[in-house]
């Protein structure tokens, strides 16, 4: 076929100048019947290509459309090949046809789809299946303060549905555990997520865009199998579903503060209100939200079989007293690991302390916040316990409170075991307030034996009434004081010299 300018030129010669078939025809270097052909057509509609009926085929594409489909959300080794599907369709659907007719079908419609789901990453609001992930930052009341804490929110522009979720800080663990309890709570993972240049997933950007992602986030990335896309930076409008949803959760979910008691049972309640957020029209569409929210979830990827271990690894070196310093909070270890490298794991809410079998020595909770130190005393109590002796010479000895270690001090070496084995015994959560106060109560009348502590102990614990001091009836006779230690020895002896 001629161009649109040959054609218009053939035309105005033959018809308008009155030119012949042959002279035209000279002067383009076309044969005179092509000349008459354009120049007395009457109609120039493009017809498209006639498809032929496939009555054998054309039943069953939609439904080898559909297994297609499935699979290309699965990995490949769980894909079906073209020959299952022809040996499905004999014996499900009574399919008459050969299996090369099936087999390259199959292959021209996955290369079609795959092709149209590579070409189709840009612009992410048009694509169902994509989502886009940022923080927020709300004020929540946490034991009488207001604080301020992140929320991390992932969109899904095509239905402009989201989920949202609370965390103590925007660091690494914080950002993959969200997004792992999203894709497990909706079922599924979408296929392309667009994120902003967080910290806790890129270390460095180069100058022609190229990103040094953070280890975790690389290994999180292969085991959900998602694409991931990162904004321009400075560019926060090429991710502006999600900064609009930002703002939206914050103003009619997280204002005015919540009360957080517990953090994550708080998270449970957030799914529930993002779901129901959804039965309204879309803004443009007009149809609701709710249905928008299927097509997105058949577009999703499935999940792997198994969670993604969302921490951390680091090796630390402990101090004199046994503590590790992780993101500038102390922890403790056990007195056996003093001045030596110990393995720590790390995820969103836990600390945990490894040995060299990667056996767990000490687990504990992550500290965020201006609380600096965590103490785990049950490692150096046991200790400690066997070898009261060595209380005085270990550098542990300064980490107790004060007047557990005046206390101490003053003890026989028996009475130290005795004690040792009472803090084991009752020391809960690690916190001494109960045991400083029954210690104090028990030290009114000089210094106690384990008995009264313990006693003193179960009577506030139990709130139990104090009992009263018994006033005999007779006079007693005068008693000196006693005092513990040797001092009193190097005094008598002084006055013998004398």
Request: overall charge positive; glycine content about 4%; aromatic content about 12%.
């Amino acid at each position: 076929m001629l161009a649109v300018a040959q054609i218009d030129y053939i035309r105005h010669e033959v018809n308008q100048k009155g030119e012949t078939y042959a002279s035209v025809g000279r002067k383009m270097g076309i044969d005179p019947r092509t000349v008459s052909k354009y120049a007395n057509q009457e109609e120039f509609n493009k017809k498209e290509k006639q498809k032929r009926k496939s009555p054998v085929m054309d039943p069953v594409k939609p439904i080898l459309d559909k297994w297609i489909k499935e699979d290309l959300k699965k990995k490949k080794k769980y894909q079906r090949t073209a020959k299952r599907m022809f040996e499905q369709l004999k014996k499900f659907h009574s399919f008459k046809g050969s299996y090369r007719t099936v087999r390259d079908y199959v292959s021209r419609r996955k290369k079609e789809l795959t092709a149209t789901t590579v070409d189709a990453a840009l612009p992410l609001e048009a694509i169902p299946g994509t989502a886009q992930v940022d923080f927020g930052t709300a004020p929540f009341k946490y034991q009488s303060e207001v604080i301020d804490l992140p929320y991390l929110v992932m969109s899904f522009p095509y239905s402009n549905t989201f989920y949202f979720q609370v965390f103590p800080s925007e660091n690494t663990e914080c950002l993959l555990e969200g997004l792992q309890r999203m894709f497990h709570h909706m079922g599924g993972v979408p296929k392309i997520i667009r994120f902003d240049n967080l910290s806790p997933a890129v270390k460095k950007i180069h100058s022609k865009g190229e990103r040094d992602l953070t280890d975790t986030f690389e290994r999180f990335v292969l085991h959900y199998g998602f694409k991931y896309e990162f904004c321009n930076p400075g560019k926060g409008n090429e991710k502006g579903h999600v900064e609009a949803m930002v703002k939206y959760v914050r103003n009619n979910f997280l204002l005015p503060e919540n009360t957080i008691l517990d953090l994550d049972q708080f998270n449970k309640t957030l799914w529930k209100q993002a779901e129901e957020d959804r039965n309204r029209p879309h803004y443009e569409k007009n149809i609701l939200q709710t249905k928008l929210y299927k097509v997105d979830q058949e577009n999703w990827l499935m999940l792997p079989e198994k969670e993604f271990h969302c921490a951390r690894y680091q090796d630390v070196r402990a101090d004199k007293y046994g503590m590790v310093t992780v993101d500038k909070k102390q922890y403790s270890t056990s007195p056996r690991f003093a001045k030596q490298l110990v393995r720590v794991c790390i995820t969103y809410n836990t600390v945990i302390i490894l040995n060299d079998r990667n056996e767990v020595v000490v687990k504990h909770s992550r500290l965020y916040g201006i609380k600096r130190k965590s103490m785990i005393w049950q490692p150096y109590l046991d200790l400690l316990s066997k070898r009261p002796r060595a209380i005085k010479y270990s550098s542990i000895y300064n980490q107790f409170p004060t007047i557990w270690s005046d206390y101490l001090n003053d003890c026989t070496e028996e009475e130290q075991k005795k004690a040792l084995r009472l803090l084991g015994e009752l020391l809960k959560n690690d916190d001494f307030s109960l045991l400083n106060e029954a210690l104090q109560t028990a030290s009114v009348h000089g210094h106690p034996s384990v008995d009264q502590i313990k006693h003193c102990f179960y009577t506030i614990l139990n709130q139990n009434t104090s009992h009263t001091t018994i006033q005999p009836k007779v006079p007693l006779p005068r008693v000196p004081e006693i005092t513990r230690g040797l001092s009193h020895y190097d005094t008598f002896f002084q006055k013998e010299d004398q």
